[in-house]
């Protein structure tokens, strides 16, 4: 068994690598990098900041480091099956259901004036994508990007429409999109310009904590003209530049050390995997998953129909071609650190690599005219598919992710700091018995000109209140309930949208001043909304609670 399981090895090395035995097998080397965007130490510590720093959406509560964590494998931990808060309904819109996607949650859809607007499937609620978040690591060897491969290697600066850079820029490219997506960071009618002006007025990572020394060291405090300047020559912040900083920073996090790279590098096989893994380098090659995952970066960067859900619930690759023969076609990942990137595929389906060992197993769950060829029964035993599983986990993960070590070492999110206003107390129910809902989760940063705090489940076309203090505004109303009148203590105010009881949505934008003094201030916040139908006339949020900072 043992020489079967070497030679099975030795094919699969040699068609994976193209390379015969004798030789060295190519390890994996640094991506490419187009001839217009040079890296160089000080644009890498530009685009890192950038890449994490939530300031740079409408509502400074997603950085491109929200949805792609290094301990994640480069793609989103939040995206957990059967969580609300990272579950979109699916084609059906409708929760529960089989069609249900896990993705990366947003941000709720936001007007320009940073005021919220209730949508169909998310109410007032952070919206989430209908696709799942694709690593960041290593992205920048492929020559497209994104599920469907709708960005290439030419990059187009995004004011102008002119070639900026024709080759080697995908990741300049693929940068450029989220930005403005109105699910993932931007308001809508958002272009660059109102990016670019948005990271002019800021000063870099104002919002992170744990900031690793290098990088630190390197801001010095500074705001980011002060460190376009330095890189750039300038201190123009301009679109393009924002988004080759960025791309420069994701050149940077390629993977190349783990027990596979090893092989590569030509270390005896029977040193480096155990004999289960053997077994599972032996299957690999006999039941031809090599076919969709050959080479150093275990991917042919194609695309391919594969069953996970019928092709009409997501048309994949035909939305970019408009051929019929793409429909429902998504593009091959690599298989490093695909232990680390759970849950799996396009729409985040199945939570465990056995689940989806035992997806291939039954040759995938829909029909198509278009399905791979390859996706038949495979009837597997059970050590060959415990061998397939251990081979995707140990041999293909880069240990530097998992501790977050340089290169992959990063600033703490604000969404991840504790300093997100959270919610105390109890509210007071209104019509038809709803407790009305509070919602408040962007940063409370002294200077923040849109701090926007949203109500919902409250009474429809009810006036609505925003009362704010350093004590818990419902104590004035249980100090005299007849004599309260939140009009004089307000805020802010607004009608609240919807007609009927429960349905009842709004919200305002507030100014945070920039005064130092106010620096650690605790403040609470309740909505009141006035309603007939309760004893005194009102219902009432529970209570927002959250501490200034600079």
């Known amino acids: 068994m043992r020489s079967i399981i070497l030679l099975g090895v030795a094919v699969f090395l040699d068609l994976a690598c193209g390379s015969v035995l004798a030789q060295p097998f190519e390890p994996l080397g640094r991506p490419p990098v187009p001839e217009g965007n040079p890296m160089t130490p000080e644009k890498v510590n530009l685009g890192k900041a950038l890449f994490w720093d939530e300031q740079l959406s409408s509502s400074r509560l997603t950085a491109c480091a929200t949805c792609h964590r290094p301990a994640a494998g480069g793609s989103d931990p939040r995206s957990i099956i059967g969580e609300l808060s990272s579950t979109h ?39 989430v994508g209908r696709r799942r978040a694709p690593s960041a690591v290593n992205a920048g060897y492929s020559p497209m990007l994104f599920w469907d491969g709708r960005v290439d290697e030419v990059f187009r600066d995004p004011i102008s429409g002119e070639v900026v850079l024709d080759g080697n820029a995908t ?24 990016v670019a002006s948005r990271v002019a007025q800021s000063r870099a990572l104002a919002l992170a904590t744990d900031i690793p020394r290098p990088l630190k060291q390197w801001i ?37 050390q783990t027990p596979f790279d090893e092989i590569l590098r030509g270390a005896p096989i029977e040193q480096v995997l155990t004999e289960q893994e053997q077994l599972g380098w032996q299957v690999f090659n006999a039941v031809r998953c090599i076919e969709c995952h050959p080479g150093n970066r275990l991917t042919d960067e194609r695309f391919h129909y594969l069953g996970v859900r019928p092709p009409d619930e997501d048309l994949g690759r035909m939305e970019v071609t408009g051929l019929e023969v793409d429909k429902g076609k998504f593009r091959t990942p690599t298989l490093r650190n695909i232990e680390l990137r759970a849950p799996y595929f396009h729409n985040g389906r199945f939570e465990t690599l056995e689940e989806v060992i035992e997806f291939y197993d039954r040759g995938g769950d829909f029909d198509a005219p278009n399905k791979h060829p390859l996706m038949q029964p495979l009837n597997l035993t059970q050590e060959e598919k415990d061998a397939l599983v251990a081979l995707m986990k140990r041999p293909l993960t880069d240990l530097r992710l998992v501790s977050e070590v340089p290169p992959f070492d990063h600033p703490t999110l604000y969404t991840d700091s ?21 919602i408040a989760f962007e940063p409370p940063l002294l200077g923040n000109d849109n701090f926007t705090v949203a109500v919902e489940m409250a009474l429809g076309r009810a006036r609505a209140y925003l009362l704010m203090g350093i ?18 203590l307000a805020v802010a105010a607004t009608v609240l949208n919807g007609f009927v009881p429960g349905e009842g949505t ?45």
């Open 89 to 127: 309904p699916g084609p059906d819109e409708t929760y529960g259901t089989d069609d249900d996607i896990t993705a990366s949650p947003g941000i709720p859809l936001t007007k320009e004036d940073g005021l919220y607007l209730r949508t169909l499937l998310f109410d007032m609620r952070l919206q």
């Open 171 to 194: 990741l300049e490219s693929q940068a450029a999109k989220p930005v403005l997506g109105t699910a993932e960071m931007g308001h809508l009618g958002r272009d660059w310009r109102d």
């Open 220 to 256: 010095n405090g500074r705001n980011y003209p002060e460190l376009f300047h330095e890189v750039f020559g300038s201190p123009d912040v301009t679109p393009a530049r924002v988004i080759m900083a960025i791309a420069t920073y994701e050149r940077s996090l390629y993977s190349n």
């Open 418 to 438: 504790g300093r997100m206003p959270r919610s105390v107390g109890e509210g007071l129910a209104g019509s038809g018995g709803f407790v009305p809902n509070m």
């Open 471 to 488: 004590v818990d505004p419902a104590e004035a109303y249980y100090a005299d309930p007849n004599a309260f009148d939140p009009a004089n």
């Open 506 to 550: 709004g919200s305002v934008s507030l100014s945070i001043p920039r005064r130092i003094r106010l620096n650690g201030t605790t403040v609470y916040g309740r909505w009141f909304i006035e309603d007939p139908n309760t004893p005194h006339g009102w219902s009432m949020t529970p209570a927002c609670e959250f501490t200034l900072f600079k």
